[in-house]
């Protein structure tokens, strides 16, 4: 049974950072694709970040691209999302979420398990 809890959001000035989290249980994040989407009232849910088998692959989507990074802790099965110069757009629930296997295009359609969310609000 998968299962991935993120945390670390919270409310933020803009400007100022914040590192979610995303802990895994019954899947080995070294060894699949862990993206963080995200999505905000009204709007689609968007890819933010991916990383494939342990940083072998990184991808960050160009609105964020300089401001976020992704890694991970292999010993502590968790993926990070650092974000710093954060602006008040950058408000929405952030979404961890992993696949089986490479990485196949940032696509919410292209990951099977899905974590609950944390709010990150900048304002």
């Known amino acids: 049974h998968v299962q991935l809890v993120e945390s670390g959001g919270g409310l933020v000035q803009p400007g100022g950072s914040l590192r979610l989290s995303c802990a895994a249980s019954?899947?080995?994040?070294?060894?699949?694709?862990i993206g963080w989407f995200r999505q905000a009232p009204g709007k689609e849910r968007e890819g933010v970040a991916r990383v494939y088998s342990g940083g072998d692959y990184t991808g960050v989507a160009d609105s964020v691209k300089g401001r976020f990074t992704i890694s991970q802790d292999n010993a502590k099965n968790t993926v990070y999302l650092q974000m710093n110069s954060l602006k008040p757009e950058d408000t929405a629930m952030y979404y961890c979420a992993a696949r089986w296997g490479l990485c196949r295009g940032d696509s919410p359609s292209a990951f099977t398990f899905w974590g609950q969310g944390t709010q990150v609000t900048v304002s």
């Open positions: 019954g899947y080995a994040v070294s060894t699949g694709c």
